[in-house]
């Protein structure tokens, strides 16, 4: 695809700085005033993310008071909800509803298993009920009671609560209620720790926005006193401006008020991963990604196409617990560098969930770490020069790797210890070309349309074997892989979604109905965006409407070009999407809108990502980019591969496999057949020898 009209490059009139904080690893891209780069990668501090946040700033040798800009991306709210260390919180739900968060959807933990386990977010004696009722239709069956309110929120008090949801019946039809209540709350509470269900999701499935209430509510605590804190200490050290965090949408709210939508949060590290793929892709010419980050715990997997990420209302962070405000729609496996290679119950090799995080960490990092991971077959396989591990203080002996690979993988498999090794390198793979599958062929699209966007700091060392799998024709590697979620932060822009639900027929809809929804929230986008403390260079609106045949229950998003389209024209749109999705044709489709959806994006000044790269480190040819070469096995047998450095590769070559280039943040292997060229940003487009 030939590369796009470059976007106007200016130069950075501030000094900003991204750092995002892994499960393993805390990353830094940072920018001067006159465009110097300052990159850092240190272990993550799960007991306080504060600290990685800190240190980062140390190793890349950045002052805050030096700094106009910094932008988190955090896994705060996100690691609270999956380890289910959250603040204790209540609810006031209607009379006759509290288990509504415990029922769900009589779905189980294992489709075909016989057991399993769930734990509502909220426990059942911290959930009480009121007298009220509305209908489907906002009209008032029972009226609220005030005083029943005020007594259920004293006994919430009592129990010790620190954060409290009110969630009633309908409240996405009239939210009187909520809101009647909510003022009864806060002449008692204490804190500003309360969520009312409408405002945080105005949708009709009372499971889904009650879940997605009690997740704001019950990490509100968690994150406000977090960023208030890391902001104070930042003020401390003379930064002068406002801290951002990144929302799971791809945009940035303040630190002063990420707090009030906190759910937004969850996600936050890997849609800024996503954000920048779609930036860099932008930049090189290539309109449709699959973006593939593999990092130290976990893989996150996404779609982009034609420049923009695909974003999801219907997100299940895990079993039980959908969140449906709009995220990045990123897909999840537990493999990661750290990942643990084990022989299961069955005799079987497995991969994770398990990780051996930054501490320990794998055994090759030298540590102390004694599981075998994904990282340390990389190794055995000379794919990871063990002497050249980012961050990593320690080495271990290869025997020691060795020995316990013998011990705990191939004594079991009956192989030896590379072909151990191998097989979990497959493992791994297999379990992330699934996660590829999942946003894509499961979603009606063509993974052979794509190219395969690797980063993470493992990323490119699978990528390659990926695409080979799944027929990708193309792989982008960037120029900071391991530090692609934190450049995100850099290039995010500021951005603010709405969603307002009306659940009905096409044939019912009123003239205007749909096009004076969208005009109102475009209007409050634009407020919101004109009252932050960042500029935009331009606002950017989409549209979009969730439908689905009256009667259904899932939902189909349908993109609109502008606010004001015919009735006619929807019918047409949505039969396209559900042909799109399904690749059948129904007649006499009666179609319904659900909810009218808005984003409002205000564009940032552009960034040239040929800054990446100091112009000085570039050597002229490839062999005076050679390190030396190293013994690397590729289909089953060893093959001696040369090694280079990436920062001091020529801006113009053609580089065919095996190879390996190694950097500070990951290391890119090209196997044998496969073909390397750089692109004027200094990213990596790979072609697959073998993908057609």
């Known amino acids: 695809m030939p590369k796009s009209a470059p976007e106007p490059i200016q130069t950075p009139k501030a000094a900003v700085a991204g750092i995002d904080v892994g499960g393993t690893f805390t990353d830094l891209v940072a920018l001067d005033a006159h465009g110097r780069?300052?990159?850092?990668?240190?272990?993550?501090?799960?007991?306080?993310?504060?600290?990685?946040?800190?240190?980062?700033?140390?190793?890349?040798?950045?002052?805050?008071?030096?700094?106009?800009?910094?932008?988190?991306?955090?896994?705060?709210?996100?690691?609270?909800?999956?380890?289910?260390?959250?603040?204790?919180?209540?609810?006031i739900t209607t009379m006759g509803f509290r288990d509504i968060l415990e029922l769900g959807r009589r779905t189980r933990p294992q489709a075909y298993g016989m057991h399993g386990t769930f734990?509502?977010?909220?426990?059942?004696?911290?959930?009480?009920?009121?007298?009220?009722?509305?209908?489907?239709?906002?009209?008032?069956?029972?009226?609220?009671?005030?005083?029943?309110?005020?007594?259920?929120?004293?006994t919430l008090l009592d129990a010790?609560?620190?954060?409290?949801?009110?969630?009633?019946?309908?409240?996405?039809?009239?939210?009187?209620?909520?809101?009647?209540?909510?003022?009864?709350?806060?002449?008692?509470?204490?804190?500003?720790?309360?969520?009312?269900?409408?405002?945080?999701?105005?949708?009709?499935?009372?499971?889904?926005?009650?879940?997605?209430?009690?997740?704001?509510?019950?990490?509100?605590?968690?994150?406000?006193?977090?960023?208030?804190?890391?902001?104070?200490?930042?003020?401390?050290k003379g930064y002068p401006g406002e801290l951002l965090v990144?929302?799971?949408?791809?945009?940035?709210?303040?630190?002063?008020?990420?707090?009030?939508?906190?759910?937004?949060?969850?996600?936050?590290?890997?849609?800024?991963?996503?954000?920048?793929?779609?930036?860099?892709?932008?930049?090189?010419?290539?309109?449709?990604?699959?973006?593939?980050?593999?990092?130290?715990?976990?893989?996150?997997?996404?779609?982009?196409?034609?420049?923009?990420?695909?974003?999801?209302?219907?997100?299940?962070?895990?079993?039980g617990m959908p969140i449906h405000v709009p995220m990045v729609d990123v897909r999840t496996v537990g493999a990661g560098g750290g990942s643990i290679a084990k022989i299961n119950s069955g005799g079987l090799l497995d991969i994770g969930p398990q990780s051996a995080g930054a501490t320990p960490g794998p055994i090759c990092y030298g540590l102390g770490g004694t599981d075998p991971t994904i990282s340390d077959a990389n190794m055995l396989l000379g794919r990871l020069n063990p002497s050249g591990l980012s961050t990593i203080t320690g080495e271990a002996q290869r025997a020691t790797v060795e020995g316990i690979f013998e011990t705990e993988i191939a004594s079991a498999l009956g192989c030896t210890v590379t072909q151990a090794?191998?097989?979990?390198?497959?493992?791994?793979?297999?379990?992330?070309?699934?996660?590829?599958r999942m946003v894509s062929l499961s979603l009606g699209t063509d993974p052979r349309d794509f190219a395969l966007f690797a980063f993470g700091g493992a990323g490119p060392l699978h990528a390659c074997a990926l695409a080979r799998e799944l027929n990708i024709p193309r792989v982008l590697v960037p120029a900071r892989p391991g530090l692609t979620?934190?450049?995100?932060?850099?290039?995010?822009?500021?951005?603010?979604?709405?969603?307002?639900?009306?659940?009905?027929?096409?044939?019912?809809?009123?003239?205007?109905e749909i096009s004076e929804i969208l005009t109102a929230q475009t209007s409050r986008g634009k407020r919101l965006i004109s009252g932050e403390n960042l500029p935009a260079t331009d606002i950017d609106t989409l549209y979009s409407l969730d439908m689905q045949f009256v009667g259904q229950t899932h939902l189909l998003r349908v993109p609109l070009s502008s606010p004001y389209i015919a009735q006619d024209a929807l019918q047409a749109l949505f039969e396209k999407a559900y042909y799109d999705r399904f690749h059948v044709t129904l007649k006499d489709i009666h179609a319904a809108v659900v909810n009218v959806n808005c984003s409002v994006i205000g564009r940032r000044e552009?960034?040239?990502?040929?800054?990446?790269?100091?112009?000085?480190?570039?050597?002229?040819?490839?062999?005076?980019?050679?390190?030396?070469?190293?013994?690397?096995?590729?289909?089953?047998?060893?093959?001696?591969?040369?090694?280079?450095?990436?920062?001091?590769?020529?801006?113009?070559?053609?580089?065919?496999?095996?190879?390996?280039?190694?950097?500070?943040?990951?290391?890119?292997?090209?196997?044998?057949?496969?073909?390397s060229t750089p692109d004027e940003d200094g990213n990596l487009i790979i072609t697959i020898g073998s993908a057609s």
């Open 37 to 91: 780069l300052q990159l850092a990668k240190v272990p993550s501090t799960r007991a306080n993310q504060a600290e990685g946040v800190l240190n980062s700033l140390a190793a890349g040798g950045c002052n805050p008071a030096d700094l106009s800009l910094i932008v988190h991306g955090t896994t705060t709210t996100t690691n609270a909800v999956l380890e289910r260390q959250l603040a204790r919180t209540g609810l």
């Open 421 to 436: 090794a191998a097989a979990v390198i497959q493992v791994a793979n297999t379990k992330m070309a699934g996660a590829i």
């Open 485 to 512: 979620n934190a450049l995100g932060c850099v290039v995010a822009d500021l951005r603010h979604d709405f969603v307002q639900t009306i659940n009905t027929p096409l044939k019912d809809l009123q003239p205007n």
């Open 606 to 675: 552009p960034l040239d990502l040929s800054l990446l790269f100091d112009p000085a480190k570039r050597q002229p040819t490839l062999q005076a980019a050679q390190t030396g070469t190293r013994d690397v096995f590729f289909d089953d047998r060893w093959h001696t591969t040369p090694v280079y450095e990436r920062d001091a590769l020529p801006t113009s070559f053609t580089l065919t496999g095996p190879a390996v280039i190694e950097q500070l943040d990951t290391t890119v292997l090209i196997p044998p057949g496969d073909q």
């Open 246 to 319: 990144m929302n799971g949408n791809g945009g940035m709210v303040s630190a002063a008020h990420v707090a009030k939508e906190a759910a937004k949060t969850v996600m936050s590290g890997p849609a800024s991963g996503v954000k920048a793929a779609a930036y860099t892709a932008r930049r090189a010419g290539i309109a449709n990604v699959i973006t593939y980050d593999m990092g130290g715990t976990s893989t996150d997997v996404a779609l982009i196409r034609d420049t923009t990420p695909s974003v999801s209302n219907e997100i299940d962070v895990e079993y």
């Open 119 to 154: 734990s509502p977010l909220i426990p059942r004696d911290l959930r009480l009920e009121v007298p009220e009722r509305m209908d489907s239709s906002g009209h008032v069956l029972t009226p609220l009671d005030k005083a029943a309110v005020r007594e259920a929120a004293k």
């Open 160 to 236: 010790g609560c620190e954060a409290i949801v009110v969630h009633f019946l309908h409240a996405y039809a009239n939210p009187a209620h909520e809101l009647e209540a909510i003022a009864e709350i806060q002449s008692l509470w204490p804190n500003r720790y309360i969520t009312a269900g409408h405002q945080l999701l105005s949708e009709n499935r009372e499971y889904e926005r009650g879940v997605t209430a009690a997740v704001n509510a019950s990490v509100q605590p968690l994150l406000d006193r977090y960023v208030q804190r890391l902001a104070a200490t930042l003020a401390q």
